[in-house]
């Protein structure tokens, strides 16, 4: 499981990135293009709202499941979440918790 969560991780930035980076080639750091390209019709607001909320139950699981099974660098998957979104730090805080588990079986 490690590899295929990892391959979602590298997933989880790629496809993401794949739509942004053209739009910033196109708009630069215009984040008030970004603001309003983001929320430009109700579907739109639903979501990143959607995403939004995620992405604070993700956090949240993070820092409780992280602590109570001692997680190495789960700050990592926090930092992921926030700065590129729950499309990456999911599968990597998975990542994480797989490969300490599976280095805990071997030894």
């Known amino acids: ?3 295929l969560y990892l391959f979602l ?3 989880g930035i790629a496809i993401p990135f794949g739509a942004f980076i053209p739009w910033l080639v196109n708009n630069g750091l215009d984040f008030t293009a970004l ?3 983001a929320v430009i019709n109700p579907i739109s607001i ?3 709202l959607d995403v939004l909320v995620a992405a604070l139950v993700l956090l949240i699981f993070i820092a409780v499941d ?3 099974n001692k997680v190495k660098y789960r700050w990592l998957a926090i930092l992921g979440t926030l700065s590129i979104g729950v499309s990456f730090g999911f ?3 998975l990542y994480l ?3 300490q588990y599976l280095d805990l079986k071997k030894a």
């Open 91 to 93: 599968p990597l805080y």
């Open 35 to 37: 603001f309003y390209a």
């Open 1 to 3: 499981m490690s590899k």
């Open 46 to 48: 639903f979501a990143w």
């Open 9 to 11: 991780t590298v997933l």
């Open 66 to 68: 992280g602590k109570r």
């Open 97 to 99: 918790k797989e490969k």
